[in-house]
């Protein structure tokens, strides 16, 4: 009993309290610095790994430096690291999201600008056409027009020349009559009651033989006159039908350009809206071609900056999502929440 009394004074000495503190101490600080070092090569291990796995050089990184670095550092660069790729998870929704808006407006646009074009087209081709058909069309009724006229000159000259056939033949038939009557004036002044009928007839009246026996010589000149007016008559009549015959297709024929050049003039206006109309379609159809040019750059566009992410997405975004719960598994060893070396934080 004295000697165990003796050994508890000396065990509960100041002396020999403050050298057990400083050998608990570090025996603890050794305790603590295996625990670490254990949890550190667990968390290496368990990066080095994943990095293999998910091929990544970030992962691969940050497993030398879990070896090596302090906790706080370390799990400084896990925290950044997450971040870093959290935010890079993000921007890539953004971007596909984006490339997806982009792809579909431009393709709409394209869809929108091509009906378009075709409509465009469609209305060239038929401006185009109705452009030459009225050009064919004015240029027969100008055609027409032009024959119209020289109808009328020729008829103009045609009539001219008859009317003057007809006064010759009128003054030749009035002249006959006027010497005819002189001379029949002047045998019934002569002969009164005289029988003419052995009287030698003169030269060109041998046609008129047959009447010798109802009135002699008298009485054919007689009939002579009597045809020569008749003639004058006939011709009078004739020229009268002619002249009219010639007023009506002037008549006829001026209303006719009248009317030609009438609609001359109304296919002209409507060939002049036609031609405005084509001019305005074309301009419209070349800015058309403009706007499917540039969308078809920006599709292009799109596709180089879009199809790797679009192609890629699922695989990229799962990596980084495996990437992120590598880091926090390893964090967790790291904090000891996990792994072999757990229990202590």
């Known amino acids: 009993m004295a000697a165990t009394s ?46 293999k796995k998910l091929n990544s050089p970030m992962l691969s990184a940050l497993a030398v430096r879990a070896r090596l670095d302090s906790f706080t550092r370390v799990k400084k660069a896990i925290d950044d690291m997450v971040a870093e790729l959290t935010a890079q998870n993000a921007d890539e929704i953004k971007h596909k999201d984006f490339c997806v808006d982009e792809f579909n407006t431009n393709a709409q646009q394209t869809q929108t600008k091509e009906g378009e074009k075709k409509d465009l087209a469609a209305k060239i081709a038929d401006l185009t056409a109705k452009i030459e058909e009225l050009t064919n069309a004015i240029d027969t009724l100008k055609s027409e027009v032009k024959e119209l006229q020289v109808q009328i000159k020729h008829g103009g000259e045609d009539r001219e020349l008859a009317n003057q056939e007809f006064q010759v033949a009128i003054s030749e038939q009035r002249a006959t009559q006027q010497i005819l009557q002189k001379a029949l004036e002047v045998l019934k002044g002569f002969y009164k009651g005289a029988s003419m009928a052995q009287v030698t007839q003169p030269a060109g009246f041998e046609s008129y033989k047959k009447n010798e026996k109802s009135g002699g010589v008298m009485g054919m000149m007689q009939t002579i006159i009597d045809d020569a007016k008749k003639m004058e008559t006939e011709a009078i009549r004739a020229e009268e039908d002619s002249q009219k015959a010639y007023e009506d297709f002037v008549k006829e024929s001026n209303n006719s350009i009248e009317t030609k050049n009438k609609d001359i003039a109304n296919k002209a206006e409507v060939k002049a809206q036609a031609e405005a109309d084509l001019t305005e ?13 540039q969308l078809s750059n920006m599709n292009g566009e799109l596709h180089k900056s879009c199809d790797y992410v679009m192609a890629n997405f699922d695989a990229r975004q799962s990596a980084r999502t495996a990437e992120i719960e590598a880091l926090r598994q390893a964090k967790a060893i790291l904090s000891g929440s996990g792994g072999k070396g757990g229990g202590a934080k």
């Open 281 to 293: 379609a074309k301009t419209t159809m070349e800015a058309t071609e403009l706007e499917l040019t």
């Open 6 to 51: 003796k050994a508890l004074e000396i065990l509960n000495s100041d002396e020999s309290q403050q050298m057990f503190s400083k050998t608990f101490a570090f025996i603890e600080e050794q305790e603590t610095a295996k625990m670490q070092t254990t949890r550190r090569l667990s968390a290496s291990k368990l990066l080095s790994a994943l990095a």
